[in-house]
């Protein structure tokens, strides 16, 4: 028995509007049990504004450890704090889980 995967590949910057698919095949082994991979995020330090820039000129810590110092252009606005919370994360989050699967470890 074989089992199918169909995928629809995303678009990459500078190609057409053309949709692509990849289907793969598999001969499947009944003592093999793939399932999508389970992924969960962690939202915290974006309630923690010590963790991203609100003000331009402000100077905060980079996930490296370092400092940078915030601009107009790269300061975490409420809406777009809502944005991630509640569209990028979760379209991301899906994304990767409808395409990964894992084999689940015992014990």
Same mark, same amino acid.
């Given at each position: 028995?074989?089992?199918?995967?169909?995928?629809?590949?995303?678009?990459?910057? *500078?190609?057409?509007?053309?949709?692509?698919?990849?289907?793969?095949?598999?001969?499947? /082994?009944? /003592?093999?049990?793939?399932?999508? !991979?389970?992924?969960?995020?962690?939202?915290?330090?974006?309630?923690?504004?010590?963790?991203?820039?609100?003000?331009? *000129?402000?100077?905060?810590?980079?996930?490296?450890?370092?400092?940078? !110092?915030?601009?107009?252009? /790269?300061?975490?606005?409420?809406?777009?704090?809502?944005?991630?919370?509640?569209?990028? !994360?979760?379209?991301?989050?899906?994304?990767?889980?409808?395409?990964?699967?894992?084999?689940?470890?015992?014990?």
């Amino acid at each position: 028995m074989f089992s199918t995967g169909v995928v629809r590949e995303l678009p990459r910057k *500078g190609q057409s509007g053309v949709q692509a698919y990849t289907v793969a095949t598999q001969k499947k /082994n009944e /003592n093999e049990r793939w399932e999508l !991979i389970r992924i969960e995020a962690f939202t915290e330090d974006l309630e923690d504004k010590s963790r991203y820039c609100t003000t331009s *000129g402000e100077q905060v810590m980079n996930f490296k450890g370092g400092t940078a !110092i915030c601009n107009d252009d /790269n300061l975490l606005t409420d809406k777009k704090k809502e944005t991630l919370i509640k569209e990028v !994360i979760p379209a991301a989050i899906k994304l990767h889980r409808d395409r990964l699967l894992v084999k689940p470890q015992e014990g």
